[in-house]
C-alpha cells in the first residue's frame, strides 16, 4: 500500500498551526494551565515584618486563649467535655514541652515559612514542595500525583501532604494526622482529621486558607485564615524556631536553629508522676472567657448553632437573662450524617 499524499489543504493546516505556535512563543504566551499558578515558594514573614510582627490573633500566637473560649468553633458535646478537663500547667511536663505543632496548627505560632521547590533531576518536572518553619516539623507537599497510604498507615504531626493547583489556588490536602491541638486551651483533634488548604497569594502576599475536619469532635469543618509577607531579604539558612538555649538569635528565636534541638527541662515543682488535668466537672475556670468578655456562657462554649445567624435570637435571649438550655441546642447545627475517612467529604471554602 503506498503511503497517504499531503494535500494542499492539510499542508496549509499544518503551516498555520506552525504559525500559532511560533507567534505565541514570541508573545511570551504559555499553555493556560500554566499560566494560571502562582508562585508560592519563597521566605514568608508575619505581615507586620520579622517572627513577631503579628496582625492577627494574638492570643494564639502567644500564651494561648482562656480556658472556655470556644467561640465559634463547631466543636461537639465530646470535644467540649475533652476540653473542660485541659490545664495549662500541661506543657510544663517535660514530655510536653517539645511536642511540635502539628500542621494543623503550625501556622498560629511565632516565626516564618520557607517554602522551597524539589524538582526530579531527570524529568526536571516540580515534585514537592518542602514546608520549614512556624513551631513544627518540616512538611512535604508531594505535587507528582502519588496517591493516599492506606488508612492504617503511620500517623504523623505534620501527615501525609498533597498538592494540586485549582486555578491560582495551590490546593493541599493532608491524612494520617495524629491527635493534637487545634487551639491552645484544650480544643483538639482526633487521628480521624483530616485538612484542605488553600494558598493564595496577593502581591508579596501570601493568604493560607484552613479547613480542619474531623468525625469525631467537629460538627463542620473548622475553617481559619493565616496571612504572611515576603521577605525580599532572607537569611542564608531556613527558617525555624530556635531558641536562647538552642542557639537562636538575640530575640530568642530565629532562623540560626532547628527547634527540635528543644531540651525539656523541670519548669516547675511537680509530683513525681502528676500530669496537670481536671477530673470531670472540677474545672471551675470553664467561664474564664465568658466573664471577662460578658458573653453569655452558652456563646462562649461553642457548638455549630453559634457560627449562624440564626442563633441572634438565642443570643439576645441569654443577654435578658434568660435560661441556659440544654446540649442540644449547641448541637443542632451538627451533620444529619457522618461523612467516611475519605477526603472527597470534607467541605471546602469557597
Excluded at 499524499?5 to 499553555?31: D, E, M
Excluded at 486563649?65 to 470556644?70: A, F, R, S, V
Excluded at 435570637?313 to 457522618?338: D, M, N, V
Aim: hydrophobic share 35%; with cysteine; aromatic share 10%.
Amino acid at each position: 500500500m503506498s503511503a497517504p499524499k499531503h494535500t494542499r489543504s492539510s499542508r496549509s493546516c499544518t503551516t498555520a498551526g506552525a504559525i500559532v505556535v511560533v507567534a505565541a512563543s514570541l508573545l511570551g504566551l504559555r499553555p493556560l494551565s500554566a499560566a494560571a499558578q502562582i508562585e508560592v515558594a519563597g521566605e514568608w514573614d508575619q505581615p507586620g515584618g520579622g517572627i513577631f510582627g503579628f496582625q492577627e490573633e494574638f492570643l494564639d500566637r502567644g500564651g494561648g486563649p482562656d480556658l472556655g473560649d470556644y467561640v465559634g468553633l463547631p466543636i461537639n458535646d465530646a470535644l467540649r467535655y475533652k476540653a473542660s478537663l485541659y490545664s495549662p500547667s500541661w506543657l510544663t511536663v517535660p514530655e510536653r514541652q517539645c511536642l511540635p505543632h502539628p500542621s494543623t496548627y503550625a501556622y498560629r505560632s511565632p516565626g516564618g515559612l520557607s517554602i522551597v521547590k524539589e524538582y526530579d533531576p531527570v524529568t526536571q518536572r516540580l515534585v514537592a514542595y518542602h514546608v520549614y518553619g512556624s513551631y513544627g516539623l518540616a512538611r512535604t507537599i508531594w505535587m507528582d500525583g502519588r496517591p493516599h497510604p492506606a488508612a492504617n498507615e503511620r500517623h504523623t504531626y505534620e501527615g501525609f501532604s498533597t498538592g494540586r493547583w485549582d486555578g491560582d489556588e495551590l490546593v493541599v490536602e493532608t491524612s494520617h494526622l495524629k491527635a493534637a491541638f487545634i487551639r491552645r486551651n484544650g480544643v483538639a483533634h482526633t487521628d480521624r482529621a483530616r485538612m484542605v488548604e488553600h494558598f493564595v497569594r496577593h502581591d508579596d502576599y501570601l493568604t493560607i486558607v484552613t479547613a480542619v475536619d474531623d468525625p469525631l469532635y467537629l460538627d463542620e469543618p473548622f475553617v481559619r485564615s493565616t496571612d504572611y509577607a515576603l521577605n525580599p531579604q532572607p537569611s542564608t539558612e531556613l527558617a525555624q524556631f530556635g531558641g536562647f538555649v538552642n542557639g537562636g538569635d538575640v530575640q530568642g528565636f530565629g532562623s540560626s536553629d532547628v527547634y527540635y534541638k528543644c531540651s525539656p527541662t523541670d519548669e516547675v515543682a511537680l509530683e513525681p508522676g502528676a500530669v496537670p488535668s481536671f477530673m470531670p466537672g472540677a474545672n471551675k475556670d470553664l467561664d474564664m472567657f465568658a466573664k471577662r468578655h460578658n458573653v453569655p456562657l452558652e456563646a462562649a462554649l461553642g457548638g455549630s448553632a453559634t457560627m449562624y445567624p440564626d442563633f441572634e435570637p438565642r443570643l439576645h435571649e441569654l443577654e435578658r437573662g434568660g435560661a441556659q438550655p440544654a446540649a442540644a441546642t449547641r448541637a443542632a447545627g451538627a451533620r444529619a450524617a457522618r461523612r467516611g475517612p475519605g477526603l472527597d467529604g470534607l467541605h471546602r471554602a469557597q
